[in-house]
């Protein structure tokens, strides 16, 4: 693992430092000019934020019903980085939105959902780090709940009416704009396993110490 | 003689004049007119916000790598604590 770590990293960082350069290539949206070019990396937020959730729930599931210590630390490091990722998309979206609607934030359906899963993962941090003994299976089943609102989030647009943009711009993108935007889902996506890397070690090095304590304390 | 000196002085006056009344200042506004969109100049630049969106993004992964980092510091530190206390008992 730590052979490929620094390559890895190295990657990531260059991708993140590419992308820029693709992006101001892409062709300019004709109703909302220059600053549809947020999407390239909103939207990647979003995908990143799913995938964390989706292994976040995963994980959950397998510790609920196993019990097993390596799926909690998976599943808590998934939580906290899907939180990162929805700030990112919870940040960049009133960014765009302020130009293209002329608001920051509009209470719709899309826009409302998703702050909610962000509410629900950070309830999720918080439960872990205040909640005491068997927080780890009560932060569990908000993953899995949180899960469970993802296709909510994401189907939102097609369900009710908003002003957000449909799920059908990113199958329809044109070949140049999709390049940059799938090449920048791909840096968000190895930025995700590498943060992912990271804070698993963290939690192992943690459970590592509380070990120690027992030992030191027996 | 007379009545051509009058329009001499007449035709130098209105000549003379003109550029003075040119150089006056506007009307001032009477009325206020609503419309409903902003006027093509007063609209907000796309390239701040484009930016911005761009910065917090890395700043928001930077931020978090430091708190795992600054979170493994710590666990290390007691883990040597801990590892320097266990020998002795």
Request: hydrophobic share 55%; glycine share 6%.
């Amino acid at each position: 693992m730590r052979k490929v770590f620094g390559p890895f990293c190295a990657l990531t960082g260059l991708m993140f430092a590419c992308a820029p350069f693709l992006i101001a290539r892409a062709p300019y949206e004709s109703t909302m000019g220059l600053v549809q070019k947020i999407f390239y990396f909103h939207v990647p937020s979003w995908f990143a934020m799913f995938t964390a959730i989706g292994i976040c729930g995963v994980a959950s599931l397998v510790h609920l019903f196993r019990t097993s210590p390596r799926a909690d630390r998976i599943s808590e490091a998934a939580a906290e980085i899907a939180v990162v990722f929805g700030l990112m998309g919870l940040v960049t979206g009133p960014l765009w939105g302020r130009k293209a609607w002329g608001v920051w934030w509009q209470w719709d359906a899309k826009l409302t959902i998703a702050l909610l899963l962000e509410m629900t993962f950070i309830s999720s941090v918080l439960v872990r780090k205040y909640g005491g003994p068997g927080s780890d299976k009560l932060a569990s089943a908000v993953g899995i709940f949180g899960l469970a609102v993802v296709p909510f989030v994401y189907e939102a647009v097609n369900i009710w009416r908003t002003i957000h943009p449909l799920t059908s711009v990113v199958p329809n993108l044109p070949a140049t704009m999709g390049l940059p935007f799938w090449f920048s889902v791909a840096a968000y996506m190895m930025l995700l396993a590498l943060l992912l890397m990271l804070r698993v070690n963290l939690g192992k090095r943690q459970a590592a110490l509380d070990e120690l304590y027992l030992v030191y304390e027996d | 003689m007379s009545l051509r000196r009058f329009l001499i002085a007449l035709t130098s006056f209105v000549l003379l004049s003109a550029p003075a009344f040119a150089l006056q200042p506007p009307k001032g506004q009477s009325e206020f007119v609503p419309v409903d969109s902003v006027p093509l100049t007063d609209q907000l630049p796309a390239a701040p916000l484009l930016i911005t969106a761009y910065a917090f993004v890395w700043i928001a992964a930077m931020v978090y790598v430091w708190s795992i980092w600054r979170r493994m510091n710590k666990v290390e530190a007691d883990m040597r604590v801990l590892a320097q206390k266990m020998p002795h008992r």
